[in-house]
Structures are given as C-alpha cells and as structure tokens.
C-alpha cells in the first residue's frame, strides 16, 4: 500500500466508491432489490458525505488542523453536509408533490439526505480513512 502512503488523496476516492458500494448493499437489505445504477443522488450513507469527510481527516492529516487548507475542507464539508441535507433534500420533496401533481414521474425525488444519511456518510467516511492510514 505504498501508493496511499505516497498519495494519501487517494483515499478519499476509495471511500467514495466504497460508500456508493455499500449503499447499493444497504439498499438491497432495504428494498430487496439492488440499488440500480451506482453513483446516484440519494441512499444510505451519503457518499458525499463520505468523501468530505475522508478529504477532511486527510487535510487534517497532511497540513495539520491550524492550516488554511483545514479551514478551506472545513468549510466545504459544512457545505456538502447542510446542502444534502437541507436544499437538496428540499429539492426531492419538491419533485415529489410535483409528480403527484402531475401524475406522472419525471422528477427524481431521491436527490437530498436525512440526518441519519448524513451522520452514516460522516462515520463511514471517516472509519474508511482511518482503515486507509493503518494500511498504508
């Protein structure tokens, strides 16, 4: 694993494609059925989330947490965090009441996260990193 170590911004890709693994897992326990094409809006844990997290723990980890660089992966993961969870969850609800209105699904509603998403996204983003560390 001399490759993390060297490019420890890797990790956070893993992490995003590990979340987007394990939602169609979690959505499969759910449903039953596999979650139908990877790299969607929506699902258990949020991949956004993930990846923020994960860039945040690495930024952390290389610049030190008194840096600028911090501040700036701080500041953006806030960002992801709230928009999953406020505006784009607001935007899926909107599509909803629209396809009822118009009785015919063409929005997608599955764009936005819950709090439960989030935080899952948050703790799986961040045990994923730190498993990364220890093995590079």
């Not at 990790?11 to 394990?22: N, Q």
């Not at 290389?62 to 992801?80: K, M, N, P, T, Y």
């Amino acid at each position: 694993m001399y490759l993390l170590a060297q490019y420890p911004f890797l990790i956070p890709l893993m992490v995003m494609v590990m979340s987007e693994m394990m939602k169609a897992v979690v959505e499969h326990f759910r449903t039953g059925s596999w979650h139908a094409t990877l790299f969607q809006p929506g699902g258990m844990p949020s991949s956004h989330s993930a990846f923020v997290t994960s860039l945040l723990i690495i930024v952390a980890h290389v610049e030190g947490l008194e840096s600028l660089e911090f501040a700036i992966a701080f500041v953006f993961a806030c960002v992801v965090w709230y928009d999953a969870m406020s505006l784009r969850r607001s935007v899926g609800q909107q599509a909803e009441a629209l396809n009822k209105l118009q009785h015919w699904q063409h929005f997608s509603e599955r764009v936005g996260h819950s709090l439960k998403e989030v935080i899952a996204g948050i703790c799986f983003g961040a045990v994923v990193t730190q498993v990364g560390f220890w093995v590079s």
